[in-house]
């Protein structure tokens, strides 16, 4: 199926896990993908982490896409400028779709700690590297999509709640990530670029099959140590959650809201790589209770900003 063939697509953090998913994703849908990442064969960025944005462009190109490495550090502007600059001259200026997926906390994490325990240090890395990086990117990528006036931005978070999600600085950098697509999108509501955020379920990256030290081939006997595993979703299951967003003419309606990949498996019936349909939403309701979600009162008061009231012509 190649329902994005002829697009232009960046994934920003595509060197493993929902990046690499998503890449791989794009490709199978026939796009050109610019896989972005610190890492690089023969030179991993990341202590104890093998995977580079090489493997992820072969994947792309084997699926059937494009894929591109550039090694960029989306926490420097002038790395970005530089791939900006790059795809403008490639492209000509084109820019369909823009993955922020940067994440890169995984060793500043501190689940457990308080807010009075947690290391200022590691926390304020973790803001740089997972919520500033996006806002770099998207300042300097997405002029090329308003020079053509379509486009799509999403924006990776975890989870699709207010729910507290374990520390304070983790919690933050994906609430904020989520605030920065309906930022977008309110100042793109006048064009035909769309930005939202899109949250995986229980995914089975890499580096959570490491944990449990199982393979994808046997990773149901993670199961036994945690059963919530056993509901998990590999990577491409989000990732197909965006090429169907990208694909869909009237992704305009979804506009600055956040979106699981289980409810989008729903509305699009796509499936994971095994052909299943993995609903981690059901689960967690079914296990732990219903968690409140952003809601249409939220919405409607962004969209009701005052604003819009006091400045009129605010763009």
Not at 27 to 40: H, M, N, Q
Not at 95 to 107: C, E, K, P, Q
Not at 114 to 124: A, H, M, N, P
Request: charged residues 25%.
């Amino acid at each position: 199926m190649t329902t994005l063939q002829g697009r232009i697509a960046l994934v920003a953090g595509a060197t493993r896990g929902a990046g690499r998913g998503i890449a791989c994703a794009l490709g199978e849908a026939g796009a050109t993908v610019y896989c972005t990442g610190r890492s690089v064969r023969g030179k991993p960025a990341t202590k104890g982490r093998r995977e580079t944005i090489d493997e992820t462009a072969e994947m792309v190109t084997a699926r059937g896409g494009k894929g591109i490495p550039v090694r960029c550090d989306h926490t420097k502007e002038t790395d970005v400028k530089k791939l900006a600059a790059r795809i403008r001259r490639e492209q000509k200026g084109r820019l369909d779709i823009l993955v922020n997926d940067v994440w890169g906390g995984d060793a500043l994490t501190e689940f457990g700690k308080t807010f009075w325990q947690v290391s200022l240090d590691k926390g304020l890395a973790m803001l740089r590297q997972a919520v500033h990086s996006h806002i770099i990117t998207s300042r300097h990528l997405g002029p090329l999509m308003i020079e053509r006036g379509t486009g799509l931005i999403v924006e990776i978070t975890d989870g699709d709640s207010f729910g507290y999600r374990g520390n304070l600085f983790y919690d933050l950098v994906k609430i904020s990530v989520i605030r920065l697509a309906m930022i977008m999108a309110y100042e793109l509501r006048k064009t035909e670029i769309t930005a939202l955020a899109v949250t995986p379920g229980f995914l089975r990256s890499e580096a959570m099959l490491d944990n449990f030290g199982v393979k994808e081939e046997n990773w149901r006997d993670a199961g036994k140590k945690r059963p919530d595993f056993l509901h998990s979703e590999t990577p491409l299951f989000v990732g197909r959650a965006i090429a169907a967003l990208a694909a869909d003419p009237n992704v305009k309606k979804k506009l600055g809201q956040v979106f699981s990949s289980w409810n989008l498996s729903d509305e699009y019936g796509f499936t994971d790589a095994d052909g299943s349909r993995p609903h981690w939403g059901r689960h967690f309701a079914e296990t732990y209770g219903t968690a409140k979600k952003f809601d249409a009162t939220l919405y409607s008061y962004f969209w009701e900003s005052a604003i819009s009231l006091v400045f009129p012509d605010w763009p």
